[in-house]
């Protein structure tokens, strides 16, 4: 790559940006645009752009303005960021904004290293790193208990991860030192008399950030924007530093440092859980460095927020080094499903959603917004039966053909060259179509399409949305595939079964669901 350097201008891609700040299942402007404004931007497909153009069709200049208007938005939104990190990490904005988080991480411990006259690794060659590909190690503890729960208190470790690195002192060159014999941990000791690299780097910037924090409340609100873009990024490259020991082309890998991290994750997240249990609280969901609760007895909010607090005073004061429990919220109702999937609303009725079928590409529209009533219903209402009879409507509406044919089009990335796929998919088979008769489809195109009826399998039923009239379109696929599973497990968890959706039942109160 050949980089032009006499230019006062630089190239800023704000692709890979988005990847490693978002957690997105797709990365267009459209979706990240929405993601962080809330903002619905035209939408037109690639696939129509020459008819408007031929047409002369006015829309295609507000897609035009809008492409522009955004990318500027999302740039102004990101670059302050960008920027601080290219600070802190010493390399310039073009290659800043074309790494990943590990790769910053890198250049923090070679700088150190230097520092320290310490020897850089090497990076790893191919057989290496298909090694290290080959590599396990038991993660982080998640569990979930399914139901719906009142009055629940969420607990989060403060950088769980970076703590027990700078509190055990573990770094791939005090691993197994030669000068101590101190306690075993996986069969495996950390150096004790000399401070680790990876410690000493962390070290570096959660005293950085610590001081930055410190200096936001001392400055007017334009300076405290810089400062905050700078605790943000700083926070981002500290939380890194665990994923960069077992990413397989670091310099510094080291599996058997990344399995002793989430070791003692486990072991204080668990004794942590314990503790709160004696202390009246049930826990209903674990994950990794936090957990949600309710007391077991019926207490008001006030309290039950006074005796979070309390539990957080009683557990900092028995937590070793630097390991610190954060009170960090309460929400008035939630719905546990199963690992990593759950939503819950605060008191301002803003729902929280984490891993559940609407944020994810491959299912249709109609999917989605069914799920997301259905979620405001319980969450925000506490109306199971609501919910319920806001299923079978949207099931009566396909029927009739009342639905908009674009809530039905499904969305599927190409991931790969077409010819290596040894299965077929609906995707799949419409690519295959299209490149026979002489279009381009590319690793990476996203595939959008629509099942019709007929008693061909369902790959050969999937037709672009141009090609179809709404009374063509298979009504039970999307009940079957579409509507009903992402509904039934948030159904299933409030105690909701899929005949109770398809007919009348016995009326349902919201009290006879809930957990205590």
């Given at each position: 790559?050949?980089?032009?350097?006499?230019?006062?201008e630089v190239?800023?891609?704000?692709?890979?940006?988005?990847?490693?700040?978002?957690?997105?299942?797709?990365?267009?402007?459209?979706?990240?645009?929405y993601?962080?404004f809330?903002?619905?931007?035209?939408?037109?497909?690639?696939?129509?752009?020459?008819?408007?153009?031929?047409?002369?069709?006015?829309?295609?200049?507000?897609?035009?303005?809008?492409?522009?208007?955004?990318?500027?938005?999302?740039?102004?939104?990101?670059?302050?960021?960008?920027?601080?990190?290219?600070?802190?990490?010493?390399?310039?904005?073009f290659?800043?904004?074309?790494?990943t988080?590990?790769?910053?991480?890198?250049?923090?411990?070679?700088?150190?290293?230097?520092?320290?006259?310490?020897?850089?690794?090497?990076?790893?060659?191919?057989?290496?790193?298909?090694?290290r590909?080959?590599?396990?190690?038991?993660?982080?503890?998640?569990?979930?208990?399914?139901?719906?729960?009142?009055?629940?208190?969420?607990?989060?470790?403060?950088?769980l991860?970076?703590?027990i690195?700078?509190?055990?002192?573990?770094?791939?060159?005090?691993?197994?030192?030669?000068?101590?014999n101190?306690?075993?941990?996986?069969?495996?000791?950390?150096?004790?008399?000399?401070e680790?690299?990876?410690?000493?780097?962390?070290?570096?910037?959660?005293?950085?950030r610590?001081?930055?924090?410190?200096?936001?409340?001392?400055?007017?609100?334009?300076?405290?924007?810089?400062?905050?873009?700078?605790?943000?990024?700083?926070?981002?490259?500290?939380?890194?530093?665990?994923?960069?020991?077992?990413?397989p082309r670091?310099?510094?890998?080291?599996?058997?440092?990344?399995?002793?991290?989430?070791?003692?994750?486990?072991?204080?997240?668990l004794?942590?859980?314990?503790?709160?249990e004696?202390?009246?609280?049930?826990?209903?969901?674990i994950?990794?460095?936090?957990?949600?609760?309710?007391?077991?007895?019926?207490?008001e909010?006030?309290?039950?927020?006074?005796?979070?607090?309390?539990?957080?005073?009683?557990?900092?004061?028995?937590?070793?080094?630097?390991?610190?429990?954060?009170?960090?919220?309460?929400?008035?109702?939630?719905?546990?499903?199963?690992?990593?999937k759950?939503?819950?609303?605060?008191?301002?009725?803003?729902?929280i959603?984490k891993g559940?079928?609407?944020?994810?590409?491959?299912?249709?529209?109609?999917?989605?917004?069914?799920?997301?009533?259905?979620?405001?219903?319980?969450?925000?209402?506490?109306?199971?039966?609501?919910?319920?009879?806001?299923?079978?409507?949207?099931?009566?509406?396909?029927?009739?053909?009342?639905?908009?044919?674009?809530?039905?089009?499904?969305?599927?990335?190409?991931?790969?060259?077409?010819?290596?796929?040894?299965?077929?998919?609906?995707?799949?088979?419409?690519?295959?179509?299209?490149?026979?008769?002489?279009?381009?489809?590319?690793?990476?195109?996203?595939?959008?399409?629509?099942?019709?009826?007929?008693?061909?399998?369902?790959?050969?039923?999937?037709?672009?949305?141009?090609?179809?009239?709404?009374?063509?379109?298979?009504?039970?696929?999307?009940?079957?595939?579409?509507?009903?599973?992402?509904?039934?497990?948030?159904?299933?968890?409030?105690?909701?079964?899929?005949?109770?959706?398809?007919?009348?039942?016995?009326?349902?109160?919201?009290?006879?669901?809930?957990?205590?």
């Amino acid at each position: 790559m050949v980089i032009n350097h006499t230019s006062q201008e630089v190239h800023i891609d704000l692709y890979p940006i988005a990847r490693r700040l978002l957690k997105l299942t797709k990365y267009s402007l459209e979706d990240v645009v929405y993601a962080l404004f809330g903002i619905e931007k035209l939408k037109i497909g690639h696939e129509n752009i020459r008819l408007f153009w031929e047409d002369k069709d006015k829309i295609l200049i507000e897609y035009s303005l809008q492409d522009a208007k955004y990318t500027y938005k999302l740039g102004e939104y990101f670059l302050p960021l960008e920027v601080m990190f290219s600070r802190i990490v010493n390399q310039n904005i073009f290659s800043i904004t074309r790494m990943t988080s590990g790769q910053m991480v890198e250049y923090l411990l070679m700088k150190m290293a230097y520092k320290e006259n310490m020897i850089v690794p090497n990076k790893p060659d191919e057989e290496e790193y298909k090694r290290r590909v080959n590599e396990s190690y038991e993660g982080g503890y998640v569990k979930a208990e399914k139901g719906m729960f009142n009055d629940i208190v969420y607990f989060d470790f403060r950088s769980l991860y970076p703590s027990i690195i700078i509190t055990y002192n573990i770094s791939p060159d005090t691993i197994d030192c030669d000068c101590c014999n101190g306690e075993k941990i996986l069969n495996h000791h950390f150096c004790k008399k000399r401070e680790g690299l990876i410690p000493k780097t962390l070290k570096g910037l959660i005293k950085r950030r610590i001081e930055v924090k410190k200096r936001m409340n001392e400055v007017s609100d334009e300076e405290k924007k810089l400062l905050d873009y700078e605790q943000q990024s700083l926070k981002i490259l500290a939380n890194s530093h665990y994923g960069y020991l077992a990413y397989p082309r670091a310099r510094f890998y080291s599996k058997e440092c990344a399995e002793v991290v989430t070791y003692l994750g486990r072991k204080y997240i668990l004794m942590t859980v314990e503790e709160a249990e004696k202390f009246g609280f049930k826990v209903v969901y674990i994950d990794t460095d936090g957990f949600y609760a309710i007391y077991k007895e019926k207490i008001e909010k006030n309290e039950l927020i006074e005796k979070a607090k309390e539990f957080i005073k009683y557990i900092n004061e028995r937590l070793p080094g630097n390991m610190e429990l954060e009170f960090e919220g309460y929400y008035k109702r939630g719905i546990f499903i199963t690992k990593k999937k759950y939503a819950l609303v605060d008191d301002n009725n803003r729902i929280i959603i984490k891993g559940l079928e609407f944020v994810r590409r491959d299912w249709a529209n109609i999917a989605k917004t069914t799920q997301k009533k259905v979620l405001e219903a319980l969450l925000i209402e506490g109306d199971i039966e609501k919910a319920k009879n806001i299923i079978k409507e949207i099931i009566k509406e396909l029927r009739e053909g009342k639905i908009k044919k674009e809530d039905l089009i499904i969305y599927t990335q190409i991931t790969k060259d077409i010819k290596e796929y040894k299965t077929t998919a609906p995707h799949i088979e419409l690519a295959k179509r299209l490149i026979r008769e002489g279009k381009k489809v590319n690793v990476g195109d996203v595939i959008g399409y629509i099942i019709v009826k007929g008693a061909k399998s369902i790959s050969e039923r999937a037709k672009l949305p141009e090609e179809v009239d709404i009374k063509d379109v298979d009504i039970n696929y999307y009940i079957d595939n579409q509507i009903l599973p992402p509904i039934l497990r948030v159904m299933e968890a409030v105690g909701v079964s899929k005949n109770e959706l398809k007919k009348d039942g016995k009326q349902i109160t919201l009290d006879s669901f809930f957990k205590t």
